[in-house]
Every structure is written in structure tokens, then in C-alpha cells.
């Protein structure tokens, strides 16, 4: 069956996936967040000591979680796109639905270890490595909340028809990229706030 | 509905998914993810030397599995050439600017 849309576009042609615009906001932004990384590296290096120290206040296995949680959401990504190039509706909006229900339990993970956090031995006093944990996370933690919206336009314009191309299909690959985007994100900023700061 | 006929055939679509090499780069994500910090607690445990080592191969991990997330979950290896290689431009000075930020700031 996957046979006949096969024939129409040959596995060898290359092809950008989604919006080459969307792209150039996918570049800017992977390039702002090693803007970060760097300023952050700078901060670790004035304090190394306390940065090492704080990292290991944060619980390891939230963090690991996490990033199963992303990583699985992004595969479930995966079959929803390819499920929509066949046209099978009903797995291409249940794999995207199972994505937000990895997004969101993401959220509900972060959220638990920003009360822990806030209500830890750390209190309110605030050093500069959890300022930088707070900035990272929150700013990722916005792409989540988007990357979340941008899920529920992709299962409303998978359900519209089984026959998706043209610019249906571009804007579900290109937030198909998106949801990908936080997850490569996700990929820089658990190493450096939990392992090697 | 077209959805129900797409829907007949769940088995061998299973198969395909299983075997697809998306998946393998998935079950290899998950496993670099648990590995990472294990090693994360080893440099804990180490010597001053070792724990700047343990640093760079953690560094050297995340950038392995963002340029398997860009690759293979977000296309780029079926993408026209050029922005294949931004994307491996980027993975590599990103490598370099993070390993060398940390070793040397």
C-alpha cells in the first residue's frame, strides 16, 4: 500500500523537510541556545566549585526521565508523519496525541522539580547555577508549551483528510521539526545542568 | 473511510516500524541517555583528570545524539546537500566550542 505514494516522490530525491522558512527559525534558534551554553560554561568557570555542588542537588533520574519521555515522544513523531504519508489517519493522529501525552507529562516532571527546588535546602536563595537551571529549562520549557500547540494543529490538519500534501502536509512536517527542535534542545541542556557542571 | 483501510493491515505495519531504522536510532538514543549518567557519576568519583575526561566524552554523547535526532528524526539525511552540511557544520562547532569552553575556560 505505502507502495503507490513511494512511486511518487523515489527514496533518492532529497527534499527539505517542511518549510525551508521554518528551517531559518530552527537555525536561529539551535545557534541562540549555544549562545547560552557558552555564557553558562563562562559563569561554571568563574565558580566551579559551587556549579558542581548545586548540580548535584538536582534528582538525576527526573532529568534522565525526561529525556526518555522526549526522545519517545519524538519517535512517536516519527510514525505520525509517516503515518500521514500513507494516509492511515487514525495512527498518524494517535501517534501525535501519544507525543502530547509525553509533552505533557514532561511538564508535569519539570513542574515537580521546580516545587522540589523552591521548597529544597536551596531555598530562595538563588546562586548563579540555578538561575542559569531556571533560564534553560524555562526557555525550553516555552518550546515545550508550543511544541504542544503545534501538536494539536498537526492532529487537526491530519484529520481533515487522508489524501494530505501539498501545504498540509509542509505544515505538519514542519512542526513534525519543531517537536524534533526540543527534543535535540532537551539532548544539550540535560547534560550540562545535570552531568557536567 | 480511507483511515479504515490503512487500518487493516496493523501487523506488518508493526514489523516495518520495528525494523525501520528509525527505530534502532531511537532504542540507541535511549540507551546513550542511560549511559550518560553513569558515567556522570563516575566523574564524580574520579580524579581531577579523569573527571575532565569523563566531561568531554559526556559532551561528546549529547552532541552524538543531536546529530542523530537531526538526522534521522528530523530528515536531514534525505535533505538537498547543502543544508545537510550546515546541520554537520553545526554539530561539529558545536563540539568544539562546548568541549573547549569546558576544558579550558
Redesign the interface.
Known amino acids: ?2 507502495m503507490m505514494t513511494e512511486s511518487r516522490t523515489p527514496a533518492q530525491a ?4 517542511g518549510e525551508a522558512g521554518v ?1 531559518v527559525f530552527l ?1 536561529g534558534d ?2 541562540i541556545f ?1 549562545v547560552f ?2 555564557a553558562y ?2 559563569d ?2 568563574a565558580a566551579p566549585g559551587l556549579f558542581a555542588q548545586s548540580s ?1 542537588e538536582l534528582g ?1 533520574a527526573v ?2 526521565a525526561n ?2 519521555i522526549l ?2 515522544s ?2 512517536l ?3 505520525g508523519l509517516g ?1 500521514v504519508r ?6 498518524a493522529t494517535g501517534a501525535f496525541r501519544g507525543a502530547m501525552a509525553c509533552g505533557v507529562l514532561f511538564v508535569v516532571l519539570k513542574a515537580f522539580e521546580y516545587t522540589q527546588i523552591a521548597s529544597g535546602a536551596t531555598g530562595t536563595d538563588l546562586n548563579p547555577f540555578f538561575s542559569w537551571y531556571f533560564i534553560l529549562t524555562g526557555v525550553h520549557l516555552m518550546h515545550v508549551l508550543i511544541g504542544l500547540g503545534v501538536l494539536g494543529l498537526m492532529v487537526s490538519r491530519a484529520q481533515q483528510s ?2 494530505v500534501t501539498g501545504k498540509r502536509l509542509m505544515v505538519i512536517e514542519s512542526g ?2 519543531f517537536w ?2 526540543v ?2 534542545l532537551w ?2 541542556i ?3 545542568l ?3 557542571a | ?4 483501510q ?2 487493516a ?1 496493523p501487523k506488518t ?1 508493526l514489523f ?2 520495528i525494523e525501520s531504522r ?2 534502532i536510532v ?1 532504542i540507541v ?2 540507551v546513550l ?2 549511559a ?2 553513569v ?3 563516575e ?2 568519583l574520579a580524579g581531577s583528570t579523569s573527571v575532565q575526561l569523563l ?1 568531554v566524552a ?2 561528546t ?3 552524538v ?2 546529530r542523530l ?2 538526522l534521522d ?4 539525511r ?4 547543502p ?1 545537510r552540511l ?1 546541520f554537520e557544520a ?1 554539530c561539529l ?2 563540539w568544539v ?2 568541549t573547549a ?2 576544558l579550558w ?1
Open positions: 500500500m505505502g532529497l527534499k527539505i523537510p528551517w537555525f539551535m545557534v549555544v551554553f557558552v560554561l563562562v561554571r568557570a548535584h538525576l532529568g534522565v529525556t526518555l526522545l519517545s519524538s519517535l513523531v516519527v510514525v503515518a500513507r494516509g492511515a489517519v487514525p495512527v487522508s489524501d513534525a521539526c524534533h527542535l527534543d535535540l539532548m544539550l540535560f547534560p550540562l545535570y552531568l557536567v | 473511510m480511507k483511515g479504515q490503512a487500518k493491515k505495519r516495518a516500524l528509525v527505530t531511537w538514543l535511549m541517555t542511560i550518560n549518567p558515567l556522570g557519576i566523574a564524580q566531561g559526556i559532551l554523547l549529547a552532541i545524539k543531536v535526532v537531526g528524526f528530523m530528515e536531514l534525505k535533505a538537498p546537500v543544508m550546515m553545526y562547532i558545536l566550542v562546548l569552553c569546558f575556560l
